[in-house]
């Protein structure tokens, strides 16, 4: 009897045990495929910066300055701010070769001139100055700095530790600096299924380490090995649908559908669910929308997105 209840103990006990070990085989095989997916589709996907190489090149060379009106003056128009720039800038005269105007959200307005020559003219002499005593501000359009998205970083590595191993096993024979790397080298956000030990984090870099990394097949970092591109994204705002702000920042009064594109009402309170969705930026610029408000073809979202890859700054001018 006793020998009986002993070996029911045993059995129980590796039952128990051969339980939890088959649970986490499961989930470490789950956590492995979803890094090779995830590889998989990186290494096969043609990023977005290699088919439009051609705006990323074309965008180093713009000389571009934006006018908008300051926050105290009364100049709220966009025909107005336009009108203003006109009456003070007078290219044939000034011999200031301008390539296009164009306007910028509601209350922007930005100029792009041939040469630095010409871009200075209006930057930093006294056409600047009549500009500001009359409520407007001239600017120069600060590029944004490239983000880079890294896949199937194990979770449990410390970010400092990652970091300095991208930098030893990647550029440490490179002309760029350890120091330099780390503080070009910035950790925006992490993506991913946050129940797996593996996840992809998007960092912000500065030109140069773009330059050095982009090209890779592979980054090395301690025992593993990633695939890497470009991270391109626009921001949208849930409460207008547009891109390039978010709703806390919005200047609409209303709020519009994303399905429907009907000015104020939210989603959640939408009459038209059953009903095809119309896609709210193409509508309001009276173009074809009969399409999600999400699609990824969207003209609206590519614009955007091409409009966001010539903000960024990815060749050292």
């Known amino acids: 009897m006793e020998i009986g209840a002993a070996l029911a103990d045993i059995k129980k006990e590796f039952k128990i045990d ?10 470490l095989s789950e956590d492995i495929y979803e890094a090779i997916k995830v590889e998989e589709a990186a290494k096969k996907k043609v990023s977005y910066a ?11 060379e713009k000389k571009e300055l934006i006018i908008m009106a300051k926050d105290n003056s009364n100049v709220e128009d966009l025909n107005k701010i336009k009108e203003i720039v006109k009456s003070t800038i007078n290219p044939g005269k000034e011999a200031i070769k301008i390539k296009t105007m164009r306007t910028a959200g509601r209350r922007k307005v930005i100029i792009e001139t041939m040469t630095q020559e010409d871009k200075d003219k209006l930057y930093k002499g006294q056409l600047k100055d009549k500009l500001e005593s009359k409520g407007l501000i001239i600017e120069s359009i600060k590029k944004k700095q490239p983000r880079l998205i890294i896949f199937s970083i194990d979770r449990n590595v410390p970010e400092k530790e990652f970091t300095a191993n991208v930098y030893s096993q990647n550029l440490k024979e490179t002309e760029i600096e350890e120091g330099k790397f780390i503080q070009g080298f910035k950790h925006l956000f992490t993506t991913g299924r946050r129940e797996s030990k593996y996840c992809n ?48 920042t919005c200047r609409e009064k209303e709020d519009i559908c994303s399905h429907c594109a009907r000015s104020g009402q939210k989603i959640q309170d939408c009459p038209n669910k059953n009903k095809e969705e119309t896609c709210a930026n193409c509508h ?7 399409h999600s408000t999400w699609d990824r073809e969207c003209p ?18």
């Not at 051969?18 to 989930?27: A, F, P, W």
């Not at 309001?284 to 009969?290: I, T």
């Not at 609206?300 to 001018?317: C, D, G, Q, S, W």
């Open 284 to 290: 309001r610029f009276g173009k074809d929308a009969a």
């Open 18 to 27: 051969l339980m939890t070990e088959i649970r986490e085989l499961r989930t």
């Open 300 to 317: 609206a979202y590519k614009f955007a997105l091409e409009r966001e890859i010539l903000r960024t700054k990815y060749v050292k001018n």
């Open 201 to 248: 984090k998007v960092y912000e870099v500065t030109p140069e380490i773009r330059d050095a990394l982009i090209n890779k097949d592979k980054l090395y970092a301690g025992w593993e090995s990633h695939y890497e591109k470009d991270y391109l994204g626009v921001t949208r705002c849930f409460k207008c649908q547009g891109f390039g702000h978010m709703a806390k």
């Open 50 to 60: 290699e088919v439009v190489k051609d705006l990323q090149e074309g965008s180093k």
